[in-house]
Structure formats: structure tokens, C-alpha cells
């Protein structure tokens, strides 16, 4: 995030803070229930969001080097994500060009050649078929036309994004807008270093899973004995790029932080960056690293979501704690950094999510499905969910829900 970008919130928050504000939508929100209970509205969000377009599949760091690849069955298509002996990051359908078969089942790991299982017929990394058992007894073929099916796929500030549709585009332009393309640029998330990943299955819709993200407004209930310690509740910057946004957390190292030069400042001291990036992801920044949150329906259903959620960090900190003897699939856990000196509230926030968050909003999603009430409410105070709904429905055809101002 650009310098001048991080004083202007930092500034923001201090102002909340100093003056017991926070960020005004207007107006309240009323949400009817079948946003997340009708099978028909699910449907449409299949085929509009998750069949039909771009999908972030993980990072540049799950793909460290040449020869590796992971695979992904989370929307419809099975993908085989690789990169190639160039360092070129590719997808495929992992579908054998022979009977359909799946043809890579392990979930990642470093090969230069896949081989189906079922007759054997073998895949480069790019995608080609290189080889098939006696073709003197099945029949010549031009092994140029029953190669793996590319699909559309790109990678740029450290993201790696796969259309699940063949004919698909891929245009962050169009995506993220200019503003926010320069922002992802001065992250250097390219850098980051994957170490820990790990599958949340909740019996509630997606969106709410997504919900849990958009406001602070629950911290000193919910979070009270957890994330209240390192944050000030009810209290975010927020800001919006097309259907994407940003909502800034305050954390209390702020208060020591505004005492400093303006120098000294970073956003990642005094806050803690949160992008929803449409219409599935959610990236939480720290100065020690990154959660990606990815929400996932399961069953094809509107009551049963998934969150693959991927740890990583930064350079500087994988060498400190290298230096420290700590493996990689430790780094993510609270009391390893705790016990090396490493305090973050980032580290502990993957339990929080799990263990407290998707656990009022699965009640929620049972409370929906009762019939009891006729729509949830968005405070003033929550903009982001404002933002995130009528997102959802634009991109739907439906009309924005009203924004009521008392």
C-alpha cells in the first residue's frame, strides 16, 4: 500500500479514536432472509459467480518453484494448477483427454509429469500428452489434439486467478479498477511464503461466512476475550473499488503509534487491512504475513459452506523463525511465535474465525432458515455489508436494497 494511502487511514482511525466516531454508511440496511436460504437465488450464484468467473486460487507461494503444482475441486471444474519449466503459472481441467478420468489426486506436491490412473496416459506440466501405453494396439492419435484443457489463467501481484469457463476472460482492469491494481503493486505479495493451510466446513451459506469479515461492530461481545485484546472494537476505515472494498481494523498499537513521527508510520502497525475482492475472497494483512480466506458452497447447496483458508508470511519473518529451528507447519500456530518472541494477533485469528465467528454465524444461518423475522439489519456503522450485498445483487440483476436513513 502506497505511503500516502496509509497516513490518510492511519489518520482516520486516530481521528475515530480521539473523537469516538466511526465510519457513517448513512443509513441502515434491511436484508431479507432468502439472500442466504433460497435455492433458487444459490442456483444463480453458482452458475454466475463460481462457474462463470475468475477465481483466486491460491498465491504465487503455492507455486514456490518450477515442477510444482496443487489441484483445486471447489467450483464445478477439477483444475491441475502448475508452473512449467519457464516459471510459467498454467490450469487445466484435470480431465484425461482419453475417458474423463481425474488425472492428478493429490492435493499438491512437485511433479514434472502426470500420469492418469486409470490407463496411464501421461501429461506434462504444460499440459501436453507425451505418452500413452501400446499404440500399436490402441491406434495411432495426434497426441497434439487430446492434450489437458487449459483453461484462462493469470498471475500478477501475487495472486493466481483461473476462469473456470475455456472462453473466459481475465481482465483486472475491468476486476479491480486502477486504484487498486497500484495498491496490490506496492504490497509485493509475490514475495510471501505459503506454510500452513487449513478447511473450515460450516452448515451455513457462504455469504455469511464472508459477513464475518465486514464489520468490528462485534468485537467486544463476541471477541471480547480474543481479538478485543489487540483491536478497538467498533471502530474501521472503509473504502470501496468496484465490486471489491477495503475495511481497515484498528489496533491498539495504534495509540502508541500516533506519538511517533508521521515517518515512522505503517499501516500495518496501526491497523490491520482487510480486502473482500468479489465475489469470494477475503485477504487479511498483517506485518507478519497474510490469511487468505476463500468461501466455498458445498453439496451444491445454500445451507453447507467451506473456508480453505491459507496461511503465509513474509521473508524476513520465515528467516527469523528458520533461525529460531521452527518447520514451516508450526509458524502458524499463536504459542510457537509467542514462545520466539513473535507477538501478532494475525497468528491466533484462524481459531477465532473458526471457533467463534462461523459459529454465530452458523446459528444465524439456523435462526434465517426458522421463518421467524423478515430481514436482517446493517448498521450505519457497517458499510462494508452494505457494499458486499448490493455487489452481490448487481451482479445478479437485482435491484440495490435500500439504504433507510433515520
Not at 501481484?157 to 495498491?183: A, R, T
Request: contains cysteine.
Amino acid at each position: 500500500m502506497q505511503k500516502k494511502e496509509q497516513v490518510r487511514l492511519l489518520k482516520g482511525l486516530i481521528s475515530y479514536l480521539d473523537s469516538g466516531g466511526n465510519v457513517d454508511a448513512g443509513g441502515i440496511m434491511q436484508n431479507p432472509p432468502d439472500t442466504y436460504t433460497c435455492e433458487k437465488r444459490f442456483s444463480k450464484e453458482w452458475n454466475k459467480f463460481f462457474r462463470d468467473y475468475p477465481q483466486i486460487v491460491g498465491m504465487t507461494g503455492d507455486l514456490a518453484e518450477p515442477g510444482t503444482f496443487f489441484t483445486r475441486e471447489d467450483f464445478g471444474i477439477p483444475i491441475l494448477a502448475t508452473r512449467d519449466e519457464q516459471g510459467n503459472f498454467r490450469a487445466f481441467a484435470n480431465v484425461c483427454a482419453h475417458r474423463g478420468v481425474i488425472v492428478e489426486n493429490e492435493k499438491k506436491g512437485q511433479k514434472t509429469k502426470f500420469s492418469c490412473p486409470f490407463h496411464g496416459w501421461t501429461y506434462d506440466n504444460s499440459g501436453k500428452l507425451i505418452g500413452y501405453p501400446k499404440p500399436d494396439h490402441f491406434g495411432e492419435i495426434d497426441k497434439t489434439c487430446y492434450g489437458l484443457k487449459e483453461l484462462p489463467s493469470k498471475e500478477q501481484y501475487g495472486l493466481l486467478w483461473v476462469h473456470p469457463n475455456p472462453k473466459g476472460e481475465i481482465d483486472l482492469n475491468v476486476l479491480f479498477g486502477s486504484q487498486l491494481m497500484e495498491e496490490f503493486e506496492a504490497w509485493g505479495f509475490q514475495d510471501l511464503v505459503l506454510t500452513h493451510e487449513e478447511d473450515y466446513i460450516t452448515e451455513m451459506n457462504w455469504k455469511l461466512a464472508i459477513d464475518t469479515f465486514g464489520e468490528t461492530y462485534h468485537f467486544p461481545t463476541l471477541h471480547k476475550n480474543s481479538l478485543l485484546n489487540s483491536f478497538h472494537g467498533n471502530v474501521q476505515m472503509f473504502d470501496s473499488f468496484k465490486r471489491n472494498a477495503r475495511l481497515t481494523l484498528c489496533k491498539r498499537e495504534i495509540d502508541s503509534m500516533k506519538t511517533e513521527p508521521v515517518d515512522n508510520w505503517h499501516i500495518c502497525r496501526g491497523a490491520f487491512p482487510v480486502y473482500f475482492l468479489f465475489p469470494n475472497t477475503i485477504l487479511n494483512v498483517s506485518d507478519t504475513g497474510i490469511i487468505l480466506v476463500r468461501e466455498y458452497p458445498l453439496d451444491l447447496s445454500p445451507h453447507r459452506s467451506v473456508s480453505r483458508v491459507s496461511f503465509y508470511f513474509w521473508p524476513r519473518v520465515i528467516e527469523y523463525l528458520k533461525e529460531a529451528n521452527i518447520v514451516l507447519d508450526e509458524m502458524h500456530k499463536n504459542e510457537t511465535m509467542q514462545a520466539h518472541g513473535v507477538e501478532n494477533p494475525y497468528l491466533g485469528f484462524g481459531a477465532i474465525i473458526r471457533d467463534e465467528d462461523y459459529v454465530v454465524a452458523a446459528a444465524s444461518h439456523k435462526g434465517l432458515r426458522s421463518g421467524t423475522i423478515d430481514h436482517i439489519t446493517f448498521g450505519k456503522n457497517e458499510p462494508a455489508l452494505h457494499h458486499y450485498h448490493n455487489a452481490f445483487r448487481e451482479a445478479l440483476d437485482m435491484e440495490p436494497l435500500p439504504l433507510i436513513k433515520l
